[in-house]
T-cell receptor, first 111, second 111 residues
């Protein structure tokens, strides 16, 4: 079974803090993704990566950056957290047949 | 803009009922199609891929109509445990082939 893990299930940070969300997958997938999910807005793609050290902006990259130094690990960084970044953050990795597998999510609250 | 549209529901059905959801997509270049299931406050999980000829997995049947650009999911003999939000997902081979998620249809199965 594909396993995607995320570093924290719940996180509370203060406005202005730098926040790191880590994601690890164990299936040697090349493609990894970061989404946020908010009520009424569905899943929105923040950033994705097709290979180590490669990154591409998704639909809502503003206020975020990413890092992919190793194939199995994809990190999302909030440079200066703001209250409008309070959300559920979901990492995913994808197989060559386009089947995408999600981690359990990190529920981030910025106060 | 690529879009996937779903009726948000909720669909309220009794146990044992048959229920069907439809989903329409706007990008005619879409090539891969999926249904995901998401339980409350959990991550989306792949339910089934949707193939051109239609496919079945136990009580679940998925159909694709390319001409009309819609996908359907039929659930027979509904169980209480089927209560969840069902996300319709399409993939385009244009650009970086990211997945586009619908906002989901909520199903509530009652005793």
């Amino acid at each position: 079974d594909v396993k995607v893990t995320q570093s924290s299930r719940y996180l509370v940070k203060r406005t202005g803090e730098k926040v790191f969300l880590e994601c690890v997958q164990d299936m040697d997938h090349e493609n990894m993704f970061w989404y946020r999910q908010d009520p009424g807005l569905g899943l929105r793609l923040i950033y994705f990566s097709y290979d180590v050290k490669m990154k591409e902006k998704g639909d809502i990259p503003e206020g975020y950056s990413v890092s992919r130094e190793k194939k199995e690990r994809f990190s999302l960084i909030l440079e200066s957290a703001s209250t409008n970044q309070t959300s559920m953050y979901l990492c995913a990795s994808r197989s060559v047949s386009y089947e995408q597998y999600f981690g359990p999510g990190t529920r981030l609250t910025v106060t | 803009r690529k879009e996937v549209e779903q009726d948000p529901g909720p669909f309220n059905v009794p146990e044992g009922a048959t229920v069907a959801f439809n989903c329409t997509y706007s990008n005619s270049a879409s090539q891969s199609f999926f249904w995901y299931r998401q339980d409350c406050r959990k991550e989306p999980k792949l339910l089934m891929s949707v193939y051109s000829s239609g496919n079945e997995d136990g009580r679940f049947t998925a159909q694709l109509n390319r001409a009309s650009q819609y996908i359907s999911l039929l659930i027979r003999d509904s169980k209480l445990s089927d209560s969840a939000t069902y996300l319709c997902v399409v993939n385009s081979l244009e650009g970086y082939s990211t997945l586009t998620f619908g906002k989901g249809t909520m199903l509530l199965v009652s005793p």
